[in-house]
């Protein structure tokens, strides 16, 4: 067997380019094949079991190989797999866009469906422009976006996001965005707390939207949480206020609520925690618990009906993709919504958060390299720096965050930080003795690798 794992995993690194990494890292770090999946469990081909604490990337929300959507994904492949979205329909689809109203904002009443979440991140820009260019504001062609943020890997995606390691080679390909300071509640430089702060910070984004405002036709972002940035929170009253800066300056709000939808921020979506409507919404990832690729964009009325008209006006929204309403991937979202009202995943979740913030703070508070500790819903974070009161960060070669990644693997726990910042986001109905288990595998990864510098 130890020679067929061999044989596969060499196969693979001579043919498969994997997703963000530098290949060469592969040569002495290789791939970990997986067997099998059951919960937050990974199981490998050399029998090793590890914990999936980042729910492979966010996206599986209620444990892999969940019993209830493997049903809901049998019954439907019995009935037929996909058909073509132009001009037909299904049931799995119509129930998707009845189940999803009873948890989105309420203005959210009008569905489109893509593929993935950057695919979803184009559709919504280009919807925002042509909504713009339809209703008389010629002017409005550039999207604003706020610095940190992330939104996928798609040129208008990227072009939206701020993160200069994965966007600066791609600049001059990029639409020219406007990027609006964000808050940065760790470091912010008002002096505030995020807990009880008045989002000072807001005033970058009227400063941004007093200038520009005639030719910002939406502005983008990740609500209450941006992830790929660090899994940094901001305050409910940030949101708030950028909701209404953009009603004041007549600005399209879409909230990317790929990473935070489906119950990740404690409620089922970021926005309906703060109680806010955006214009447009995207929401992917959690949608299908990690089955399926599938994504959403959710607008209202008002921005449809700007589109509507006789063919022969040229207002349609002329975007296609092939998999669009795909009935697998429907029919499980149908499921997870089922599941998330139904089954108590959420209170379960909210037991689940206030038991690991208690852990993270006895286990990693005190220690001389935890800057900070943060937390939304289920979703815990530490930053790692080098000097706790300065808040400096470590240096980027020192690779500290690669290096306990390394480690937490070889004892069994899936960590992948982002960059220095380590973080569990796990499935939201994991058990506290799955909890205590990744808290002590990663106490000794964090700790093994810091106390050796
Ligand atoms: C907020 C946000 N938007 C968009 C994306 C891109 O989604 P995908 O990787 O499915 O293209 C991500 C992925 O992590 C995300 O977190």
């Known amino acids: 067997m130890n020679n067929n794992i061999n044989d596969l995993i060499n196969t693979d690194l001579r043919h498969i380019w994997h997703p963000a990494a530098q290949m060469k890292d592969y040569e002495t770090f290789k791939p970990i094949l997986v067997k099998r999946a059951k919960g937050v469990y990974l199981y490998t081909y050399d029998d090793k079991k590890i914990i999936d604490i980042i729910s492979s990337w966010w996206c599986n929300l209620l444990g892999h190989n969940n019993d209830k959507i493997n ?16 001009n037909f329909t299904h049931k799995s689809a119509i129930d998707l866009v ?4 009873k948890i989105l904002p309420k203005n959210l009443k009008r569905f489109n469906f893509a593929d993935n979440g ?7 820009l280009k919807m925002a422009f042509q909504y713009c260019m339809q209703t008389g504001k010629t002017k409005k062609v550039k999207f604003a976006c706020l610095e940190d943020g992330y939104h996928g890997e798609t040129i208008g995606a990227l072009s939206v996001g701020s993160l200069d390691k994965y966007t600066q080679i791609y600049r001059p390909m990029m639409l020219d965005s406007i ?27 009227k400063e941004t939207f007093e200038l520009h405002h005639e ?3 939406a502005l983008i972002l990740e609500p209450l949480l941006q992830g790929a940035s660090g899994m940094k929170i901001y305050p409910i009253k940030y949101l708030q206020g950028i909701r209404d800066l953009c009603t004041q300056y007549d600005i399209l709000l879409i909230a990317d609520e790929i990473a ?20 447009l919404m995207t929401i992917s990832k ?11 964009v959710c607008t209202t009325d008002k921005v449809y009906d700007a589109f509507y008209d006789d063919y022969a006006k040229g207002k349609a929204f002329l975007h296609s993709h092939t998999y669009a309403g795909n009935a697998l991937s429907c029919a499980i979202a149908n499921c997870v919504i089922d599941i998330l009202i139904n089954d108590g995943v959420l209170s379960k979740a909210k037991e689940s958060s206030s038991y690991l913030t208690k852990r993270f703070n006895e286990e990693f508070l005190e220690h001389k390299n935890v800057g900070e500790i943060r937390h939304i819903g289920l979703i815990h974070a530490i930053e790692l720096v080098s000097n706790k009161e300065s808040k400096t960060s470590f240096d980027a ?32 109905n994991i058990e506290k003795y799955d909890l205590d288990n990744a808290i002590d595998i990663a106490k000794h990864a964090i700790f093994e690798v810091l106390d050796n510098l």
């Open 118 to 124: 950057s695919s979803s991140v184009e559709m919504a």
């Open 286 to 296: 959690g949608l299908t618990a990690g089955y399926m690729p599938m994504s959403i």
């Open 179 to 205: 990027h609006i300071k964000a808050p940065d509640c760790y470091r912010c430089p008002f002096n505030k707390n995020r807990d009880c702060c008045n989002a000072e910070c807001l005033s970058y984004a």
């Open 260 to 279: 935070t939808g489906f119950g990740r921020t404690g409620d089922y979506f970021a926005c309906t925690k703060a109680n806010i409507e955006p214009d």
């Open 397 to 428: 070669s020192q690779r500290i965050g690669y290096r306990i990644y390394q480690n937490a693997l070889s004892k069994g726990l899936l960590l992948r930080p982002i960059g220095d910042v380590l973080y569990f986001n796990p499935a939201l």
């Open 71 to 86: 049903n809901a994904l049998i019954t439907q492949l019995k009935d037929f797999e996909h058909v073509i979205f132009a």
């Open 98 to 101: 009845l189940n999803l109203q």
């Open 215 to 217: 030719e910002i036709c």
